[in-house]
T-cell receptor, first 115, second 111 residues
Framework: DTGVSQDPRHKITKRGQNVTFRCDPISEHNRLYWYRQTLGQGPEFLTYFQNEAQLEKSRLLSDRFSAERPKGSFSTLEIQRTEQGDSAMYLC?????????????FGPGTRLLVL | EDQVTQSPEALRLQEGESSSLNCSYTVSGLRGLFWYRQDPGKGPEFLFTLYSAGEEKEKERLKATLTKKESFLHITAPKPEDSATYLCAVQASTGGFKTIFGAGTRLFVKA
């Protein structure tokens, strides 16, 4: 296994269009996280899944954002009616419980530019 | 509210000049504190997890320490390839696995 993968790596879209990103976690990992990162800032938590269940969503997450993880494997993040403020790097991470804690492994990210 | 503050925002060092990065945190019970390295345009790369005050971990020129209120990432005799952004993150022991990141410290090491 080569780690967490994300597709596409780059996406340019026009304001108002819908976009969908995919994340494939490390195969044995049961938790999957989505983050958003803007220039000069740390990753901002969006949501996470344990297996197929979405357990928490950020209060800052607009209703235009939705995430799914069917069958507890890959996950998709959809942004509807994109706005220029959605331009950012979208990061996915996966983890599995090890002892009392866990380590999250990140993918390379999808860079979104909304024109 | 859980919070992570990193300082300084940026740090410029000469090769071989040791220094420390600070991560101050406020969390309702600590499940774990994490350090990551991030290179431009890439996803964060895991470095360390610390679980309780007094714990220390080392990897090559890096050493992470933890107290009840802050963590330090010590860099000994840095090299230019250590230049990157170093991110600190925490998970609270209450509730789920939401992870809060700081804004990071950008480290520049000059040869």
């Amino acid at each position: 296994d080569t780690g967490v993968s994300q597709d596409p790596r780059h996406k340019i879209t026009k304001r108002g269009q819908n976009v969908t990103f995919r994340c494939d976690p490390i195969s044995e990992h049961n938790r999957l996280y989505w983050y958003r990162q803007t220039l000069g800032q740390g990753p901002e938590f969006l949501t996470y899944f344990q297996n197929e269940a979405q357990l928490e969503k950020s209060r800052l997450l607009s209703d235009r954002f939705s995430a799914e993880r069917p069958k507890g494997s890959f996950s998709t993040l959809e942004i509807q009616r994109t706005e220029q403020g959605d331009s950012a790097m979208y990061l996915c991470a996966s983890s599995s419980r090890q002892g009392v804690g866990e380590t999250q492994y990140f993918g390379p990210g999808t860079r979104l530019l909304v024109l | 509210e859980d919070q992570v503050t990193q300082s300084p925002e940026a740090l410029r060092l000469q090769e071989g000049e040791s220094s420390s990065l600070n991560c101050s945190y406020t969390v309702s019970g600590l499940r774990g504190l994490f350090w990551y390295r991030q290179d431009p345009g890439k996803g964060p790369e895991f470095l360390f997890t610390l679980y309780s005050a007094g714990e220390e971990k080392e990897k090559e020129r890096l050493k992470a320490t933890l107290t009840k209120k802050e963590s330090f990432l010590h860099i000994t005799a840095p090299k230019p390839e250590d230049s990157a952004t170093y991110l600190c993150a925490v998970q609270a022991s209450t509730g789920g696995f939401k992870t809060i990141f700081g804004a990071g410290t950008r480290l520049f090491v000059k040869a």
